[in-house]
């Protein structure tokens, strides 16, 4: 994982998505999912692209299912994208760049 990439747990979950003015990106993924292996690059490509401009996390949901509950992801990989600490969209299933680009504008 890139190391603009930042991996949250119930430590710092909720410090991170209300931090700052940045929009925060949180995918949820598994290890043993095939499309949340498929999106990795593309989150990364969108963290050295955006820059500071975004925050980009990821949440693994099998170590973290009382985040994943919270937020009732119930299919992987699920993009949650927060603006000023609120859930402002939400993707579910792999997405192209250019379509999460178009959502972080």
Do not use: H, Q
Not at 65 to 89: H, N
């Amino acid at each position: 994982m890139s190391d603009k990439i930042t991996e949250l747990d119930s430590s710092n979950f909720e410090s991170t998505v209300s931090a700052g003015s940045a929009p925060v990106v949180v995918d949820f993924w598994a290890p043993w999912c095939g499309p949340c292996k498929a999106i990795a690059p593309i989150l990364e490509e969108l963290a050295d692209e955006l820059g500071d401009a975004v925050k980009i996390c990821k949440v693994n949901v099998d170590n973290n299912s009382d985040i994943a509950g919270k937020y009732e992801i119930r299919a992987i990989p699920t993009i949650l994208i927060f603006k000023d600490g609120k859930v402002a969209d939400t993707v579910v299933g792999l997405s192209s760049k250019e379509d999460l680009k178009a959502k972080l504008a």
